[in-house]
């Protein structure tokens, strides 16, 4: 067995045992932060040279290809921006802080094995090994008020879909005989007309829109971004997003875009994730809830992507999945650098934030219009490969209805925007102190916005490349 492709992997599992072993001494939070930023920076790196690799591992159940290595890339990507943030984790316990790392480096390793999974077995133990590093994470706030109430909501409705999903898998493997995905793929166009096999489908897929938060699964997500501390919320909303991204998409390649139920069952989904998700939103005041609400509705925009099963569907979901990444990260950015104190913000707290911090302020505007869409940024790039795509397939009604929420997410982006820029704070607030890191990393995040949104072609070739396994 080439246990070289594993070594992303591998490596993720022995930061595991890093804090395992440091959780074991005497608390000690600048020690942790300092060995969890080096170690995340060089698992960075790490993945970054596994790239090219590809092969198969464990009788073939476990693959590893220029798709999943790509997106592994981005995980750790992921994990190492929000542990940036952890250098003042004030919404957990001092003495938590090895526990939480840990747990943040076995999620993230659960989740490398998820996307690389081709098999419903080996896929529903991934799943389950980071949903449950997850509900833990949540129970680790430090404000009781948020944390058991949030956690227990969390743990019961994933534990729901999650037995759905295994239920549905069941039934599948029951119909087909067989447990591989590809070999699944196969058999269900000839069987589909089958209730047990379309129960089984759909119950298994639940599982996974859960964890994008689609419509009907979408309740989870408002109060778990409430309620967890705000670095976890900041990883739930990028690296749980992208990875659920690389799976659906993985999955719903294998059946060739030939299936027209699972295409209109899709585009039922995503319009109605979509409109929920925006409406919502327009109405929320905490800053967390509202952000919840915009990623189910970018689930929606995702779905499109995904549903139009060709090469410019794919290469967009795989371009989107990093644009969600940057684009939700920085918004976290800049909540969790206001919040200073751990505890959960308004709209109304960002009243004056372009005086107490001109580049937070700057940079939570851009993000903002690059999940609106605005040109010149990441994010319109990003949606405009997904329409494209659509149109592509002749998906016209989709693309219109899509643009309308476009519109809609833009009131109350604007909204946010005008609290930073033109509304002042009831008494004077003091400047927000940055570190030196952070204006650079924050610097980095607005460039990569800017210049992915004029210059996005190399970032595009690569989302190509990636895609082009899938077809």
């Not at 596994?50 to 290809?65: E, W």
Request: glycine share 6%; net charge neutral; with cysteine.
């Amino acid at each position: 067995m080439n246990w070289i492709i594993f070594t992303p992997e591998i490596y993720t599992f022995v930061v595991s045992g890093v804090f395992f072993c440091l959780s074991l001494n005497k608390p000690d939070s600048r020690r942790d932060y300092y060995t969890a930023l080096i170690l995340s920076a060089i698992g960075l790196g790490v993945c970054l040279s596994a790239v090219h690799m590809n092969g198969t591992l464990f009788s073939n159940t476990y693959q590893v290809d220029l798709f999943s290595q790509v997106f592994k890339v981005m995980l750790f990507m992921a994990l190492f921006l929000v542990i940036c943030l952890c250098s003042e984790l004030n919404g957990v316990d001092e003495n938590r802080h090895s526990e939480f790392y840990m747990l943040l480096c076995v999620c993230t390793l659960s989740m490398m094995m998820l996307i690389s999974s081709v098999n419903i077995l080996t896929m529903y133990i991934a799943l389950e090994l980071s949903s449950y590093s997850l509900y833990i994470l949540v129970f680790m706030r430090k404000h009781k008020k948020y944390s058991v109430n949030t956690g227990i909501k969390y743990f019961i409705i994933g534990a729901s879909a999650s037995a759905l999903m295994v239920f549905g898998m069941a039934m599948l493997y029951g119909a087909t005989g067989v447990s591989f995905i590809p070999d699944i793929v196969q058999i269900i166009p000839g069987i589909i007309y089958k209730p047990e096999v379309i129960t089984g489908l759909f119950f298994t897929l639940s599982g996974f829109f859960f964890k994008l938060a689609v419509f009907p699964f979408h309740f989870w997500a408002p109060d778990v971004y409430e309620g967890a501390p705000n670095q976890l919320s900041a990883y739930i909303a990028t690296a749980s997003k992208v990875t659920v991204i690389a799976v659906l998409a993985r999955m719903i390649s294998m059946t060739g875009g030939n299936s027209q139920y699972l295409v209109h069952a899709m585009a039922v989904l995503a319009i109605i994730t979509m409109t929920i998700g925006n409406l919502t939103a327009v109405v929320q005041k905490d800053l967390k809830r509202l952000f919840a609400f915009s990623s189910i509705a970018h689930a929606g925009y995702v779905l499109i992507a995904i549903l139009s099963m060709n090469a410019a569907g794919y290469t967009a979901a795989v371009f989107y999945a990093l644009t969600v990444l940057v684009l939700k990260f920085t918004c976290f950015l800049v909540l969790i650098k206001v919040a200073d104190d751990g505890q959960n913000i308004n709209v109304d707290h960002l009243a004056g934030l372009h005086k107490r911090s001109p580049l937070l302020a700057m940079a939570l505007m851009l993000a903002l219009f690059g999940l609106a869409g605005i040109p010149p940024t990441i994010g319109f790039t990003g949606k405009l490969l997904i329409f494209m795509a659509a149109m592509e397939k002749g998906y016209f009604i989709l693309v219109l209805i899509a643009m309308i929420n476009v519109v809609i997410s833009l009131y109350y982006y604007l909204l946010v925007v005008k609290a930073a820029y033109l509304t002042e704070p009831e008494k004077e607030l003091p400047e927000i102190h940055i570190s030196p890191f952070i204006k650079i990393l924050t610097i980095t995040l607005v460039a990569i916005t800017v210049l992915a949104g004029i210059i996005p072609n190399y970032l595009i070739e690569i989302a190509r490349a990636a895609a082009s396994v899938l077809i």
